[in-house]
């Protein structure tokens, strides 16, 4: 196979309709739906989703005015962008399932090694969008301190490979949650973000505090925490490289992916837009595995 566009999603396109999709009609238990079937399936609405962000498309009426040119050739049937809004918010557990479906398939999921970071997403920047946004609530202010700045919006919490799968991932208001209560329940209430025991979880000196290093230890979880000592501690050996390389992941969601150009205005759609950038970066780690590029995270072959 080729490292271009097209290629990646015909690929994608057969995951989703001989794997992804069946299985999750059957986890869900859902059958077809009756009556006429739909002018564009749901397979094709996530190969969409995923074309506009890997060709950086963060506004959904240019990326279908766009789409006859770019990917027309493969879905000539488009919908308007009302019914892609509506049909891509419903479709948001399905592009959860098909980013988790991808990152077991990679390579780089089977090892008992995984990153873990916040990084902030903004979802406004005036007073007043803060006290009337439909995020009233579940955004808040925060303090990202790497770059010495406040902002109103969310925490996104990604647990990930070394090569950028991204393996586990949640959201939190900033104001109610810190990075520490944030992974507690990342790991408790979605089983599905949970390494496999025995997994080494790399991580800042935010994560640090005797109470939480026990609880990632215990029976359940089993991981074991490395993160660089705090100023009242000892030195200890810290795998810098590690830390830069989420960092690198962070920097490619945010600036090759958009995901802080989300345009999220609504709770449901905050939370698509955000998955809908994390399955692109999958869909393009897993293509790169299957064909063999050297670099796993690298996009340039899919933005143009």
Known sequence: MDADLDTLLIALYVALDDHIIPAYRAAAGRVRRLGRPQVVTDAELVCLAVAQVLLRYDDERRWLRAAPSRVGHLFPRLLRQSEYNARLKAAAPLLEAALRWLAAQTPGSAELLRLADGTPVPCGASRTTAMRSDLFGWAGYGYEAAHSRWYWGVKLMLIATVDGTVTGFGLANPKLVGEREQTRQLLTKQPANLPEPGTVLVADKGFAGEDFEQFLA???????????????????????????????????????????????????????????????????????????????????AYDH
């Open 218 to 300: 215990g029976e359940d979880r089993k991981l074991l925490l490395v993160r660089p000592a705090r100023a009242n501690e000892k030195p200890r050996s810290f795998p810098n490289w590690l830390r830069q390389r989420i960092e690198a992941i962070i920097w490619t969601l945010k600036n090759q992916l958009g995901l802080e150009r989300h345009g999220g205005r609504v709770p449901t759609g905050l939370w698509t837009r955000i998955v809908q950038r994390l399955l692109a970066l999958n869909t393009a780690i897993w293509h790169n595995w299957s064909i063999g590029a050297p670099v796993k995270r690298s996009l340039i």
